[in-house]
Every structure is written in C-alpha cells, then in structure tokens.
C-alpha cells in the first residue's frame, strides 16, 4: 500500500487517499467489505484507491488455485463496488496493460 498524504501531516492537507495494491479477491464476502469501507469513510475527506494486477487467471505466481477464486471479471467487478463505498478509483492492470 501506499499513502497518498501522511496521516500524521492530515491537518495541513485538503485530502486524504489510500492506495491498496491487489493480485486477487478480497477474503472476505464484498458486501462486508463494502460496508465496512463505507462506514470507515463517513464524514471524511478520504479515498480508498485500488490497483489490481492481473499476471495469469486463475492462479497465484505458484500456479496454484486460491482458496477463494473468482474470476478476472469478477474479482475487478468487487473491487469497484468496494472503491465506490469510498469514492475512491479503480485501476485494473493486466498483462496486456491497462
């Protein structure tokens, strides 16, 4: 991850924003997640970005299936419902780029 502002200069800055750098899905159920961000995020001036990377579907660097899969399509489709919750962006990056 890495910090857009640091949170202990918050006070000078208009903004604050996360960066959450991501090869799969989410653990947990999207829904949770989701509302959890949204209420981490209310009455803040705070984004929640993501940027997944898509090496090869299906599968970790190790060629083994995750315990939780999910499609591409899938897991990206989670990941702009979870940034919505916290107006953030998604950025979707695949062997193919952007």
Not at 4 to 31: A, C, M, N, W
Request: glycine share 8%; charged share 25%; hydrophobic share 40%.
């Amino acid at each position: 991850r890495a910090v857009e502002v640091d949170f202990r200069d918050k006070d000078k800055h208009k903004s604050q924003g996360l960066y959450l750098l991501t090869t799969g899905i989410p653990d947990q159920e999207t829904h949770t997640v989701s509302a959890y961000v949204a209420e981490a995020c209310r009455g803040l001036d705070f984004q929640l970005h993501v940027c997944l990377f898509s090496v090869a579907e299906g599968t970790d660097s190790s060629g083994i299936v995750p315990a939780r899969y999910a499609s591409p399509r899938e897991t990206a489709s989670a990941f702009k419902e979870i940034v919505q919750a916290a107006n953030g962006r998604f950025h979707w990056f695949g062997e193919a780029g952007m």
